[in-house]
């Protein structure tokens, strides 16, 4: 295509964009999202808009069909995570809280603080706490997992399961975990 042809393509296009953009709407299609002078001459090697369909603007996903649209400066409400349980989260801080009654017998810190305890696995018959060691071989594993299956006990009436975990504990998490 040569210098001049593709100039007065430019110019047209830059007339056809200023005369759809003095293009007065009627009353029932002002309400649309949208009317641009790409609905009213879309550019080179894009096919028109049919009939009957809204134009969607650049970077926003379609609007699935049944939804109402959001009005324009109000915040979408929240919507509840299904995964999330208020009272279940609660339940575990609650563990948490108790677990920090024990206490590592080397270091003298709390297992939470610590960040022995990896997680709490809270079921409907039974519950399960997973744990590191400081060490592989710690000397006091066994009374540490007992204290830790006592103390989730204490405030979960069901039985609990103390489960070590073979990952390695690093003491740059000390603190960070929950």
Same mark, same amino acid.
Do not use: H, N
């Given at each position: ?35 641009? !002078?790409?609905?009213? %001459?879309?550019? =080179?090697?894009?096919? $028109?808009? @049919? #009939? /009957? *369909? &809204? +134009?969607?603007? !650049?970077?926003?996903? %379609?609007?699935? =069909?049944?939804?109402? $649209?959001? @009005? #324009? /400066? *109000? &915040? +979408? ?12 989260? $609660? ?88």
């Amino acid at each position: 295509m040569s210098k001049t042809t593709a100039a007065a393509e430019a110019a047209q296009d830059a007339t056809s964009a200023e005369t759809a953009a003095e293009t007065v709407v009627p009353a029932e299609t002002a309400a649309e999202p949208t009317a641009s !002078a790409e609905r009213a %001459a879309p550019a =080179a090697g894009e096919a $028109a808009q @049919p #009939a /009957g *369909e &809204a +134009a969607q603007p !650049a970077g926003e996903a %379609a609007q699935p =069909a049944g939804e109402a $649209a959001q @009005p #324009a /400066g *109000e &915040a +979408a409400p929240p919507t509840e995570d299904p995964e999330f349980d208020v009272g279940r989260r $609660a339940t575990e801080l609650a563990v948490l809280d108790a677990l920090r009654s024990v206490i590592d017998p080397e270091l003298g810190l709390d297992v939470v603080d610590l960040a022995l305890i990896r997680q709490i696995v809270i079921g409907k018959d039974s519950s399960e706490v997973k744990m590191v060691l400081t060490t592989p071989f710690c000397p006091y594993a066994g009374s540490m997992v007992q204290q830790i299956k006592d103390a989730a006990e204490s405030v979960l009436d069901q039985p609990v399961k103390v489960t070590v975990l073979a990952e390695r504990w690093d003491p740059r998490e000390a603190g960070l975990m929950w």
